[in-house]
């Protein structure tokens, strides 16, 4: 939302919402008098601003015009998430809950009426059971605590789920949970089997509890929707000791990363379900002797097997990448993990625990997905596109689908992009200069992209990955919204698993309490 709006609406708001502001922090400590005020953040404290910022990993929102919440909650126990429910009920004001702050939009911690936060940092706990091959996990677990913790008890079971370490699970899992090993075992919310959700009404509902509609709607549907997620109760995945990665990088002229990238298209439809595959794309620094820009891409790559089967696979399936024994390193999952966040070869697998965010730029990322091959000279129109903008600053990746996704019905969880999907892309854009020409020119730019790509990608509705959150889609009211509304870019995330979305939703929270700008809007509220 363009900023100037977002801080003339919460300005109004603010004046409006003093008495409330008192009014909730009352009844928190009536509600749960045991220790909730060493919880509780405001802008008077000296240590608001280090908690709000801390998970904030997009300058977009870290602004002086971003809206900021009137109170913090970060919790210790469930109690002080049902004082918080029940309190910003009672007094009007809007909740966001945040588990790593990774969201796109920055929807876990900005609103633009009155709201509070309840940042989930301190409830992070993972207990493994490694004879059952499940786990809890807490909803303020990170994917690396996570990918951590399951190490420690056994270096073959993993888990399905990211690449970014300091991703939150709660947010994660709830919009699907894309990850490595997907194409060999599905997402995350595909290997989720029991829940701990606490309500609009304060309950803490499990599996059984709650009911398959809601035990559905949690896993996929997006966050601050259904509820607080507690826990996930994971169910642990069988791999290998020994995993073989490589990431190829290759420098070409704009003809030759067409040709190359052409034919991964096809090779990826061959390709097993032990082989993950993604390309990060990217204008070069480097140019030609003549000037012209080149193109960098980057192969990345997770095999489940040894690097001499790879070796055997890749040269039958995708000979074009040239790929060869020194490109590729045998090692465990747990440390492809670290392996894959780019850090440094031979870097403690203590590093998965950091939360500390790295240095945050400004950032605007879409989705797309691809049904069949992008003909070359869609391709050469990308290249020029990212002539357009600085080398480095955009990136295009472009993720294999098929294996196991091809397997699993689209209505088996409400993310629906599965068989018939070819891969992902994302598009992202991050710039450092500060300002509303730098917004409007970084944002212009990927915007004209997303519309050049129309003619190449998912078509009925053109489909976006929720995880991705892209409010350009649509946005909903700010009180209430009809179903028609919400559907602009509810089928865009969800295709026909939309209207069982609603359902569930004016099932659970008539009065939709849980919103944001793009969660499910009951029937029930228009």
């Known amino acids: 939302m363009f900023p100037f709006l977002f801080l003339f609406l919460f300005s109004f708001s603010w004046v409006a919402s003093a008495d409330r502001h008192e009014d909730f922090l009352q009844c928190l400590h009536y509600q749960n008098s045991n220790a909730i005020s060493k919880v509780i953040y405001t802008p008077i404290n000296s240590s608001y601003s280090s908690v709000l910022q801390f998970s904030i990993r997009n300058g977009r929102f870290n602004t002086s015009a971003t809206p900021k919440p009137l109170v913090i909650v970060t919790p210790l126990n469930v109690a002080h998430i049902q004082a918080a429910i029940a309190c910003s009920q009672k007094h009007g004001l809007q909740i966001r809950v945040r588990s790593g702050g990774h969201d796109y939009e920055g929807l876990s911690y900005v609103a633009v009426i009155p709201f509070v936060v309840v940042d989930l940092i301190n409830m992070r706990t993972v207990t493994v059971d490694v004879a059952n091959k499940t786990a809890w996990v807490q909803g303020g677990a990170t994917l690396g605590e996570v990918y951590y913790r399951i190490a420690e008890e056994s270096r073959t079971l993993a888990f399905s789920a990211g690449v970014c370490p300091t991703v939150g699970v709660g947010g994660h899992i709830s919009g699907g949970g894309t990850g490595m090993i997907m194409r060999k075992y599905g997402l995350a919310v595909d290997h989720i089997i029991d829940v701990q959700v606490i309500d609009v009404k304060g309950r803490i509902l499990d599996r059984a509890s709650m009911g398959e509609d809601l035990f559905w709607a949690i896993r996929g549907g997006g966050g601050n929707t259904f509820g607080v997620v507690i826990a996930w109760k994971l169910e642990l995945l ?289």
């Open 238 to 526: 069988p791999i290998p000791a020994s995993v073989t990665v490589f990431n190829v990088t290759r420098i070409l002229m704009k003809e030759d990363a067409t040709k190359l990238i052409h034919q991964w298209q096809y090779a990826i439809e061959k390709f097993e379900e032990d082989l993950f595959s993604r390309i990060f794309i990217w204008r070069s620094a480097n140019s030609t002797q003549e000037g012209k820009p080149m193109i960098q891409a980057a192969f990345t790559s997770l095999f489940l097997g040894g690097v001499d089967r790879l070796l055997s696979y890749m040269q039958e399936s995708f000979p074009e990448l040239g790929l060869v024994k020194e490109d590729c390193i045998e090692m465990s999952w747990i440390e492809s993990t670290v392996y894959f966040a780019q850090f440094p070869r031979n870097t403690s697998l203590e590093v998965l625990l950091n939360r500390s965010p790295q240095a945050t730029s400004f950032f605007k990322g879409k989705t797309d997905f691809v049904k069949e091959p992008i003909p070359k000279t869609a391709l050469e129109g990308i290249w020029e596109r990212l002539d357009q903008v600085d080398a480095g600053s955009a990136e295009l990746q472009f993720t294999a689908y098929g294996g196991k996704m091809n397997e699993i019905a689209e209505s088996s969880t409400p993310f629906p992009h599965r068989a018939g999907t070819l891969y992902q892309i994302h598009y992202g854009i991050s710039w450092d200069e500060e300002g509303i020409e730098a917004y409007a020119k970084y944002i212009s730019w990927i915007r004209r992209l997303y519309s050049y790509m129309a003619p190449y990608v998912s078509k009925n509705p053109r489909q976006a990955y929720v995880n991705y959150r892209d409010l350009d889609l649509g946005v909903n009211n700010l009180g209430n919204t009809s179903y028609r509304q919400a559907s602009v870019w509810g089928t865009k995330y969800f295709k026909n698993n939309f209207d069982r979305l609603v359902r569930v939703k004016t099932a659970v929270d008539p009065a939709n309490f849980f919103r944001n700008e793009q969660s499910i809007p009951p029937l029930s509220s228009w």
